[in-house]
């Protein structure tokens, strides 16, 4: 990462061991996902970077008033997420204050980018992975590395909501369980057209909530306006059988009745992980509960 990131939140002793337990999370000695998270050392954004994130918020939010789900509007409005500062994850300011009281999600600073089993762990947990340090203003378009602007802008104020927060957490723990290629493929088609790209049906109106679209200018408009997008209703099966590409503008987004609908859905999907896996009801693990 160049530019104006502030590489000594990141590249410390404390981060490059959470780092290294992020990235062997699984392995003898490794199981204590916790081990991952790093404090946030608020004092190491510039003005720059305070800057960039008031450009970002104020350009996003003035599209997204009107195009944003209402649960993610109410959600932002929960976590006091505001335009004049990057958000807290410790302390009386934190979006964890309000989180807690809400749902009982949190978000954890990261060094960086998890693998999936330990990203899976954190969600498992009710634990939101969240990078630390924001895109360089040259960059502020577009980073292919998670940033805390995409994360907590993008992905926080969706887990104030409890339909989505217990969504979410069953995603963690089913994808945690199993093994098998092809069911980790199926569901990580089913997070990128859900909670990265996902669509919803509002008053007769496709809204926004994907963490993909929110958070990004050129995405979030072509979700809702571009001819090229073929929308369709959301289901399960159907979803997970659809590959997809991360360098374009998505051409297939899917669509959500309601988020009770993705619960729903990803419940019986669990279930069916649980009764085919042969660590169903091994005592190792509620250890994720």
Same mark, same amino acid.
């Given at each position: ?53 008031? $450009? ?5 939010? &003035?599209? =997204? /008033?009107?195009?944003?789900?209402? %649960?993610?509007?109410? +959600? ?101 369980? $199993? ?5 980790? &493929?199926? =569901? /990580?088609?089913?997070?990128?057209? %859900?909670?990265?790209? +996902? ?91």
């Amino acid at each position: 990462m160049n530019g104006c990131i502030n590489h000594a939140m990141i590249d410390g002793a404390e981060a490059k061991a959470a780092q290294f337990a992020a990235d062997h999370f699984g392995e003898p000695g490794c199981d204590d996902i916790t081990k991952a998270y790093i404090a946030q050392k608020y004092e190491g954004y510039s003005a720059e970077n305070q800057e960039t994130w008031q $450009t970002l918020f104020d350009r996003q939010m &003035e599209y =997204l /008033a009107d195009h944003a789900s209402s %649960t993610y509007l109410l +959600g932002a409005a929960s976590i006091n997420l505001v335009r004049d500062f990057i958000p807290y994850l410790e302390g009386s300011k934190s979006v964890n204050i309000f989180l807690k009281q809400l749902t009982g999600w949190q978000s954890k600073g990261v060094p960086g980018y998890l693998p999936a089993k330990s990203f899976f762990a954190c969600l498992a947990r009710r634990e939101f992975p969240t990078t630390v340090v924001i895109r360089p203003k040259e960059d502020i378009d577009y980073l292919p590395e998670p940033d805390i602007f995409h994360d907590i802008f993008g992905h926080v104020p969706l887990h104030a909501d409890p339909t989505f927060a217990d969504f979410l957490q069953t995603y963690g723990k089913a994808a945690l369980l $199993t093994n098998d290629p092809h069911h980790t &493929e199926r =569901l /990580a088609r089913l997070f990128w057209f %859900t909670v990265e790209f +996902g669509l919803i049906r509002e008053g007769g109106v496709n809204k926004l909530y994907g963490s993909g679209l929110i958070s990004s200018p050129g995405e979030s408009l072509h979700a809702i306006t571009s001819s090229k997008v073929e929308r369709r209703p959301f289901d399960l099966e159907t979803v997970c059988n659809t590959p997809f590409e991360i360098d374009h503008f998505q051409p297939i987004l899917y669509v959500l009745d309601s988020f009770d609908q993705l619960r729903d859905a990803m419940n019986s999907y669990s279930n069916r992980l649980l009764s085919a896996s042969p660590k169903a009801g091994s005592s190792t693990q509620p250890a994720y509960n």
